[in-house]
């Protein structure tokens, strides 16, 4: 059973920085593609990130320059660096796990990022 655990949520103010985490318990983490979406109120889910096994990165335009995924599969682990952040950016992240070829497609419970003054 997959299971992936999302961390490092808050509130932060206007060009803050936060860094979320999300831990997976996943067999061979490496071969896994990671993602982070985000859900805002009364908005549907998009993808903010994604990293492929070999390393390879997507980001929506939104957030380009400004956030950057990586991975450490040593530690199953999957992150999402959040620079200059704006309210806009508020919303609840959700890490994401799918395996290319199959219809795997793992979520995390969510974890709320609150970007305010």
Do not use: H
Request: aromatic share 10%; glycine share 12%; charged share 15%.
């Amino acid at each position: 059973q997959v299971q992936l655990v999302e961390s490092g949520g808050g509130l932060v103010q206007p060009g803050g920085s936060l860094r979320l985490a999300c831990a997976a318990r996943l067999s061979i983490f490496s071969i896994y593609t990671m993602g982070w979406y985000r859900q805002a109120p009364g908005k549907q889910r998009e993808l903010v990130a994604a990293i492929t096994s070999s390393g390879s990165t997507d980001y929506a335009d939104s957030v380009k320059g400004r956030f950057t995924i990586s991975r450490d599969n040593a530690k199953n682990t999957v992150y999402l660096q959040m620079n200059s952040l704006k309210p806009e950016d508020t919303a609840v992240y959700y890490c994401n796990a799918r395996l290319v070829g199959t219809s795997f497609d793992g979520w995390g419970q969510g974890t709320q990022v609150t970007v305010s003054s």
